[in-house]
């Protein structure tokens, strides 16, 4: 498992859990010490990651991404399931960028946890790593995220929910979604998506790629679409 010290930062109708100074190396022990300090932040300017060529998977079996796998634009996410601002991201925005690019062939998004909200955040990576190993990761994404927006703060859902979120995508093998989700059979893979995480300088979630330019956490659909048109142009 991991450390993790979290600063809860808000910007100007954005917002993400900002990861605290070294503290985003994975320790030997959870820990959490939960976001607690509220600091009004100016939006980061959209700058270019070195890290993305590293980061794009473009697999066409990868169950973890939606689009078509020659799409000129990839949108990667990095995203804590327990993360209220990822959570707002996921409804309020994909919804928006899923209609009007994925679904032209025009953008692939593909996702990946970036674990920073302890425990529960660990849980929720495992349940939904145990449903992409179905094919149904996006069906079950949907039923959580639709769940845990009421929460207003984080969820911390645990597997008697994660159940019911399986069953509302209609998981194929529910003892083994049970199974896998109760396991650590993830945990390396969670592992190495938070180091990937941290190799492109991350330290907030939610964090975006698309096609290398970052955007740092839940900001309005106008950033995102503007920064895909701007991929598209080249």
């Not at 993360?83 to 928006?96: G, R």
């Not at 349940?127 to 769940?147: I, L, N, V």
């Not at 929460?151 to 998981?171: L, Q, Y």
């Amino acid at each position: 498992m991991w450390a993790f010290t979290a600063v809860l930062a808000v910007g100007t109708g954005v917002g993400g859990y900002v990861i605290g100074a070294n503290s985003a190396t994975p320790a030997t022990e959870t820990a959490q010490t939960a976001p607690s300090q509220a600091a009004e932040e100016p939006a980061a300017e959209p700058t270019m990651n070195e890290a993305a060529a590293e980061i794009e998977r473009r697999d066409a079996n990868d169950p973890m991404a939606l689009g078509d796998v020659d799409a000129p634009v990839v949108l990667s996410e990095f995203s804590d399931w327990d993360c209220p601002f990822c959570i707002k991201a996921n409804v309020e925005i994909m919804p928006q960028i899923i209609k009007n690019y994925v679904d032209e062939g025009k953008v692939r998004i593909e996702f990946n946890d970036f674990v920073v909200n302890g425990q529960a955040a660990v849980e929720a990576a495992r349940a939904g790593r145990a449903a992409a190993d179905q094919g149904k990761f996006f069906e079950y994404q949907d039923a959580y995220m639709a769940e845990a927006i009421k929460a207003k703060g984080h969820p911390d859902f645990d597997m008697e929910d994660f159940v019911r979120f399986a069953e509302a995508a209609g998981m194929p093998d529910m003892e083994k979604f049970k199974a896998d989700a109760a396991s650590d059979k993830y945990d390396a893979a969670l592992q190495d998506a938070n180091n990937l995480a941290q190799r492109a300088g991350f330290n907030s979630t939610p964090s975006f790629l698309v096609n290398g330019q970052e955007i740092i956490g839940a900001q309005p659909y106008e950033a995102f679409e503007q920064a895909i048109e701007d991929a598209l142009a080249k």
